[in-house]
């Protein structure tokens, strides 16, 4: 038998099986291109004296839509939905990549929730989500402000692909959520759209956020909320979700839900299936868990949905990686949300002669998170997650997603 020994990887090591490369200093860039954006947006509406507590209107109206490089929901008329675009992160161009943000605000004060998804460019069934929750509702019978971003990493999302494609120092791929909560005057232009949109429009209207992702391409997971559960804010509203999973575990810096935590704001992760594709099925218990916490917040009166009280919930604070250590076609032996055991074999691989050339078995008690999508597989690249228990986690656990 063959398996690789457990190894701390974080996502961008176990799907290209190499380091992540993260940083920005600001005293490396010049500050001319951001003021420069900001000072054309703040000439066509006025001067502000806070340019993070106030609507800016750059002027510019796309597709019908204004486009804000600040945005207050307050300033906003109450009981109606407005869609607007805020100005993002300058090209090499000079153009700005732009990004689609939709508030309903609520006839009644309330408190405020922002739903962001499009961090990752291949993440489809998490957009459809936070689609769908904004589609139904009403603002003149709200009580608060929900605020929806659905298209972060634009650049990203155009290719279909997980990686914002960056060209500041040649061709490159970042993934942007290791960048929260970015700088305006960073080294790359994810890392200044990440503190664009962070200082500008997400922090600024949030009392609570949810940060929708999927499994990335080439491996899928299963309906699970990564949740810091010793927050109590955040626990009450993991235990909304009709889903079966919980990953417990406050993960490393540079995610978003982690910069809302950062500043007080209480954040969590779903985790909403496949990359590139909708799952309905799926896609409906996070819309139903979704409303479930704008109806705990006060923003949506009516009764509850399904919570986690009405499915079997598997709550681990680990993610334990089976590592493929050969070429070749994967067959899976489990299914997602199956438990396991250790010593338990989990997938076989076999070569272009149709030969077994690993197993492949699990080293501990869990269920299954996470598994490769993809039929083939090169060393290094990981085939399955278990979810499971360990008494001492790790600070800067792997999670997939």
């Keep these: 038998m063959s398996n690789k020994p457990h190894e701390r990887l974080d996502r961008r090591d176990f799907i290209i099986a190499s380091a992540a490369t993260i940083g920005a200093s600001a005293g490396l860039v010049a500050h001319a291109a951001s003021a420069s954006a900001e000072g054309s947006a703040q000439n066509a509406a006025g001067p502000a004296s806070d340019p993070a507590s106030a609507t800016v209107y750059t002027g510019d109206v796309i597709q019908g839509r204004k486009v804000v490089s600040t945005l207050d929901v307050d300033d906003l008329e109450p009981g109606k939905k407005h869609q607007l675009y805020f100005q993002g992160v300058e090209m090499p161009s000079g153009q700005h990549w732009y990004v689609s943000v939709t508030?309903?605000?609520?006839?009644?004060?309330?408190?405020?929730?922002?739903?962001?998804?499009?961090?990752?460019?291949?993440?489809m069934s998490s957009v459809h989500t936070v689609q769908t929750v904004m589609n139904g509702l009403d603002p003149a019978e709200m009580s608060g402000t929900v605020m929806a971003v659905t298209d972060v990493s634009r650049p990203a999302m155009e290719g279909l692909q997980r990686r914002w494609p960056n060209a500041g120092r040649g061709a490159d791929l970042i993934d942007m959520n290791r960048e929260w909560p970015g700088n305006e005057n960073g080294l790359t232009a994810p890392s200044r759209h990440a503190g664009l949109l962070f200082k500008r429009l997400l922090q600024p209207n949030a009392d609570a956020a949810i940060d929708f992702h999927t499994g990335t391409t080439g491996f899928e997971v299963a309906a699970f909320n990564i949740a810091g559960m010793d927050v109590p804010e955040v626990k009450a509203m993991v235990e909304l979700y009709p889903v079966s999973q919980v990953f417990d575990n406050h993960?490393?810096?540079?995610?978003?839900?982690?910069?809302?935590?950062?500043?007080?704001?209480?954040?969590?992760?779903?985790?909403?299936?496949?990359?590139?594709?909708?799952?309905?099925?799926?896609?409906?218990?996070?819309?139903?868990?979704?409303?479930?916490?704008?109806?705990?917040h006060g923003i949506v009166a009516g009764p509850m949905g399904r919570t986690g009280k009405d499915v079997s919930v598997?709550?681990?604070?680990?993610?334990?990686?089976?590592?493929?250590?050969?070429?070749?076609?994967?067959?899976?032996?489990?299914?997602?949300?199956?438990?396991?055991?250790?010593?338990?074999?989990?997938?076989?691989?076999?070569?272009?002669?149709?030969?077994?050339?690993?197993?492949?078995?699990?080293?501990?008690?869990?269920?299954?998170?996470?598994?490769?999508?993809?039929?083939?597989?090169?060393?290094?690249?990981?085939?399955?997650?278990?979810?499971?228990?360990?008494?001492?986690?790790?600070?800067?656990?792997?999670?997939?997603?």
Excluded: C, W
């Design 103 to 123: 508030v309903a605000r609520g006839a009644r004060p309330g408190k405020r929730v922002v739903l962001v998804s499009g961090v990752h460019g291949d993440e």
């Design 251 to 296: 993960v490393y810096p540079g995610v978003l839900h982690n910069a809302f935590m950062d500043v007080g704001i209480p954040a969590f992760t779903p985790e909403i299936g496949a990359a590139r594709v909708l799952d309905l099925d799926m896609i409906a218990l996070f819309v139903e868990g979704t409303m479930n916490v704008l109806k705990h």
């Design 314 to 401: 598997f709550v681990g604070n680990s993610a334990f990686p089976i590592l493929a250590s050969e070429g070749g076609i994967v067959e899976h032996l489990v299914r997602l949300n199956d438990k396991v055991e250790p010593g338990q074999k989990l997938a076989i691989q076999r070569n272009s002669f149709g030969d077994v050339v690993a197993e492949y078995t699990s080293q501990v008690a869990g269920e299954v998170t996470g598994q490769r999508s993809d039929a083939m597989a090169e060393p290094g690249n990981p085939l399955v997650f278990i979810l499971f228990h360990k008494d001492a986690p790790d600070k800067g656990e792997t999670y997939p997603e």
